[in-house]
């Protein structure tokens, strides 16, 4: 059973706007940190932003100002609100849980979900 799964990442013009959602099933909601990270073939999978238990949130300096990460405690949903899309925000773009944030910050977690894909044209 996947507990964490992505849903919204389609093809989009340059300067559009997304918003991914991520659902969780079997986690203690409360109890875990989450966090957006994305990858595109041939390089590194980067921490987009993570999201503490308190709600905090803390963003990769290239997205700041044009994505915005929430996560709705009452459906257990995590959010990735994506504005002026840029080709090089073309990726596959996974969320995780774990309970510790300084984790995720290492691009460590113990649950993934297994992505969607967000392409971006020029």
């Known amino acids: 059973t996947q507990i964490l799964m992505e849903f919204g990442g389609r093809s989009v013009q340059a300067g559009g706007s997304l918003r991914l959602s991520c659902e969780n099933s079997?986690?203690?909601?409360?109890?875990?940190?989450m966090a957006w990270f994305r990858q595109d073939p041939g390089k590194e999978r980067e921490l987009v932003a993570a999201?503490?238990?308190?709600?905090?949130?803390s963003y990769a300096d290239s997205m700041k100002g044009r994505f915005t990460a929430s996560k709705d405690n009452l459906q257990h949903t995590l959010y990735l609100h994506q504005d002026s899309l840029k080709p090089e925000d073309t990726a596959v773009y996974y969320c995780?849980?774990?309970?510790?944030?300084?984790?995720?910050?290492?691009?460590?977690?113990?649950?993934w979900g297994q992505g969607t894909q967000v392409t971006v044209s020029s």
């Open positions: 995780a849980a774990d309970a510790s944030l300084l984790r995720l910050r290492r691009n460590e977690a113990d649950y």
């Open positions: 079997g986690l203690t909601w409360s109890s875990y940190c």
């Open positions: 999201l503490d238990t308190d709600g905090s949130t």
